[in-house]
């Protein structure tokens, strides 16, 4: 999730026996241009967001911001969190990328998550802390049975990446698929190609795919969220409208991630912390539980618990 988000650099993947490049996520020229300018030293470009966090930090940590009180101000613990969450970034990557080269040889029912930063749960304390964890342990406990998950996605991802390096390597079989994505495409696509590149997606995910819409910034961030929320609820109106066409089931985020904000966002003040992801697999669990086609999950009542 981020119209604000946190890049990792490209780094490798184990899946089964073959080593493969992690998919690198698109970004615009102007973008590109605009990251390039800290990384002349050949290293991984970043997101904007980033450029200004990390040249932020150099601002707070001088003698007159510490005087002046800059230093613990929000702006500098703003500027801390999001040099922060870089770190768990590589890290949450790591973690998923171990657990991914292993889990098609177990039993179970598998669960198969497309997404962004949000499905890797940054924010939360670790990656099990987010809303794929805290889900795949609802799963197990309400229905008894061993699922597994394949977590296929990537920080930094927008529509048209899940589309095209996610989904292609969906296994053949998968008793459950969830798709998370669109926050990062606020910032990086054009309206015109967001709505487009949506559709297109919703179109190609399989039959037994969750949707996931997006949270509404109404009340946090300031006047940036509310000026977002009209454009925001556009874009949940498209996936719900065409993930109706198909029969698709969504995940209401939008309905469940509520103030009071307080203790629900990470210290970048964008992503939602272990609290906050509650909220989203609250979301998700409900979604699952409107399927009733899906044996293994039939037995969640509307709430995402058992009856």
């Known amino acids: ?102 889990v098609l040889g177990q039993d179970g029912p598998l669960w198969v998550v497309l997404g962004d930063s949000t499905a890797q749960g940054l924010g939360a304390s670790s990656p099990d802390g987010g809303y794929v964890g805290q889900v795949l342990a609802g799963l197990r406990e309400q229905t008894g049975l061993p699922w597994r998950v394949l977590n296929l996605s990537v920080s930094g991802a927008l529509t048209r990446d899940v589309t095209g390096t996610q989904l292609p390597r969906l296994p053949a079989r998968a008793d459950l698929v969830t798709c998370g994505i669109g926050i990062n495409d606020i910032l990086y696509t054009s309206p015109a190609k967001l709505f487009a590149d949506l559709r297109a997606l919703i179109a190609a995910v399989p039959d037994q795919t969750v949707l996931l819409d997006l949270p509404l910034p109404a009340g946090c961030w300031g006047f940036l969220g509310r000026a977002s929320v009209p454009y925001v609820t556009r874009i949940n109106r ?29 210290p970048d003040c964008f992503h939602p912390s272990q609290d906050g992801y509650r909220d989203w697999s609250r979301a998700l669990l409900a979604a699952v539980a409107s399927t009733p086609a899906r044996s293994a999950p039939s037995k969640f009542d509307e709430c995402g618990n058992l009856p």
Request: charged fraction near 15%; charge should be positive.
């Open 1 to 102: 999730m981020h119209s604000f988000s946190v890049v990792c650099p490209v780094s490798t993947f184990s899946l089964g026996a073959s080593m493969q490049r992690m998919p690198t996520v698109s970004r615009p020229a102007w973008m590109l241009s605009l990251s390039g300018i800290a990384d002349r030293g050949g290293g991984p470009r970043r997101s904007p967001v980033e450029i200004i966090a990390t040249m932020g930090s150099y601002v707070t940590r001088t003698q007159a911001a510490g005087v002046s009180g800059l230093r613990a101000g929000p702006f500098g613990r703003w500027a801390d969190g999001v040099n922060a969450m870089r770190e768990d970034c590589a890290a949450f990557a790591t973690h998923w990328q171990a657990h991914n080269d292993t």
């Open 238 to 266: 498209t996936i719900h409208q065409t993930a109706a066409a198909r029969g698709l089931p969504v995940a209401e985020v939008s309905a469940h991630f509520l103030p009071p904000w307080a203790g629900k966002f990470a």
